[in-house]
């Protein structure tokens, strides 16, 4: 193997072992440099590691054990055309590199640009009436001519819905599903998920031939919130899961908006709720969108564009820092250690600098952003 598909199946193993959640994954790589450099360390070096315990160490003699099992799941997504892409990889969406719980690996299906322009994701309940149908199609259609990618969930309702109104209308649709990524769920959604494979596609945190657990449908739900620019709720009852993708990408800064309802009806008591608690903004139309994600038809959102700035007056200890920034404008601690490969200690201290300078901004969740 090269070294590039030598790291690959290093970080797919790191995936694989016991006791690594996300976040210890990132806290690996940002510590060692590389999940290969991590599996390579003599024991005493990994135990000074942050959140590194014995029994973790443990584990890590059994490096060959998880670095064959990761080659097996290379060979398994192969043969099911799946795309592996690991917290390393180029491809992996920059939107969810800036969350600290987000996933270290996505299985994919498709043809997915998971770092295009612009994201929008679309969620309600499960039991949607003819309205939050008919107004799940009509934002379709009015956002068409910003071509966003829409990004929802697969499920009965509201999910399935925006799925079939942007294959209605040419736009690319990404299911995050809460099953793994080789079992369509719900089965009756197939049809319309195999049309999705050509322009848009599936994504799972969950591996080919694992189990499904009810408990994954909630926690897929993060991945939606961390993907979208926006977050548009069109139904939802007091309690479910639309409210709950609602709450996390509250929580991810992320820009909310709430379809109003019928005040009698059961299934818009969460979108009044969000409303009235101001965790969302009133969804009247699309020049909400355009306002909120600086958006304009035939041209890319200026959130996106790279930033015109200059690396001249920056001195050569920012230098590293500021030249990861402009590369993605919103980073977060962990990741922009590992890039620039400066200690979280030195970096912390780097970046609180540049926040009095006026060039960045702290966000909630370690994160930090380039102020333009």
Known sequence: MNTKNDEHLYSLALSLIPKIGPSVYKNIISYSGSAQNFFNLAPGKAAKIPRIGSKLLELLRQKNQ????????ILQA???NVKILTYASTEFPKRLKSIE??????????????????????????????????????IIEEVAPFQPVIVSGLAYGIDIEAHRAALQHDLPTVAVMGSPIDKIYPYQHKNTAEQMLETGGLISEFRPGSDMVPGNFPQRNRIIAGLSDA????????????????????SYNKEIFAVPGNLQSPYSEGCNQLIKT?????????KDLEEALSWSKGSEDQENQPVAFSLENISDEHRPIIAAFLENPEQQIDQLSWITNIPISMLASSLLQ??????IRSLPGKTYKLVK
Request: overall charge positive; cysteine-free.
């Open 354 to 359: 540049l926040e009095f300078m006026g060039l």
């Open 101 to 138: 719980d987000s996933p270290s690996v996505l299985f994919v299906k498709g043809n997915i640009d998971l770092n295009a322009n612009r994201l929008l994701g679309i969620v309600g309940t499960r039991n949607a009436t003819d309205y939050g149908k008919t107004v799940t199609r009509k």
């Open 231 to 250: 977050l548009i709720v069109v139904e939802a009852a007091k309690k479910g899961g639309a409210l709950i993708t609602a709450e996390i990408a509250f």
């Open 78 to 80: 192969e043969k099911l």
């Open 66 to 73: 998880y670095l064959a099992q990761a080659e097996k799941l």
């Open 278 to 286: 101001m965790k969302a903004n009133i969804y009247l139309g699309t």
